[in-house]
Antibody
Framework: EVQLLESGGGRVQPGGSLRLSCVVS????????MSWVRQAPGKGLECVSL????????DYTDSVKGRFTISRDNSKKTLYLQMNTLRAEDTALYYC?????????????????WGQGTTVTVSS | QSVLTQPPSVSATPGQKVTISCSGS????????VSWYQQLPGTAPKLLIY???KRHSGIPDRISGSKSGTSATLDITGLQTGDEADYYC???????????FGGGTKVTVL
């Protein structure tokens, strides 16, 4: 069974940092691109960041560029999102998501497996 | 405001058909694949359709997707109470180099 298990969410003050993790099982991790998708309370979906299967290509939405870093450890089957200089508008449920492709930056074939999400709250 | 435009809500009675539109431009829908997601209340999104019209594993054939020009459509026929959910379209935008989602459409079964 394919599973994605996120952790690392919590409450942090503006300007603070958090590191999200996502441990996967049930598929060959290094052959699929991964993503972090967030959903603010009562709002729609936003793709925050993408990373290729090998980890050598990454992509970020403009609002998080320079503050967030996506990475992966294929030997540990784990995806990460380092979030620095957090803002109130980063408050959301963050989903770890598997893509139906290995490469990123050229096209998008769909997101076929979603974790249950981890909540990030940025507030003083 | 989303680059991909979806109606905020659609509704129909059980057994009827609903159509959800997703409108974009040549930099996104016009030249890239579209996928569709269902989000039941309080749960994570689930893939329904990928590459414009291919059903994901386990999705019944009463759910279908299509694309024409810079717009895409999700059809749900034989509507059931279990179909009440939010539905999102998604695609790649070649100009923004981003995965984009529509603003979402809430389906209500009357």
């Amino acid at each position: 069974e394919v599973q994605l298990l996120e952790s690392g969410g919590g409450r942090v003050q503006p300007g603070g940092s958090l590191r999200l993790s996502c441990v996967v099982s049930g598929f060959t991790f290094n052959t699929y691109a991964m993503s972090w998708v967030r959903q603010a309370p009562g709002k729609g979906l936003e793709c925050v960041s993408l990373i290729s299967g090998s980890g050598d290509t990454t992509d970020y939405t403009d609002s998080v560029k320079g503050r967030f870093t996506i990475s992966r450890d294929n030997s540990k089957k784990t995806l990460y999102l380092q979030m620095n200089t957090l803002r109130a508008e980063d408050t959301a449920l963050y989903y770890c998501v598997k893509l139906k492709q290995q490469l990123v930056g050229y096209s998008f074939y769909g997101m076929d497996v979603w974790g249950q999400g981890t909540t990030v709250t940025v507030s003083s | 405001q989303s680059v991909l435009t979806q109606p905020p809500s659609v509704s129909a009675t059980p057994g009827q058909k609903v159509t959800i539109s997703c409108s974009g431009s040549s930099s996104n829908i016009g030249n890239n694949y579209v996928s569709w997601y269902q989000q039941l209340p309080g749960t994570a999104p689930k893939l329904l359709i990928y590459e414009n019209n291919k059903r994901h594993s386990g999705i019944p054939d009463r759910i279908s997707g299509s694309k024409s020009g810079t717009s895409a459509t999700l059809d749900i026929t034989g509507l059931q109470t279990g179909d009440e959910a939010d539905y999102y379209c998604g695609t790649w935008d070649s100009s923004l180099s981003d995965v984009l989602f529509g603003g979402g459409t809430k389906v209500t079964v009357l």
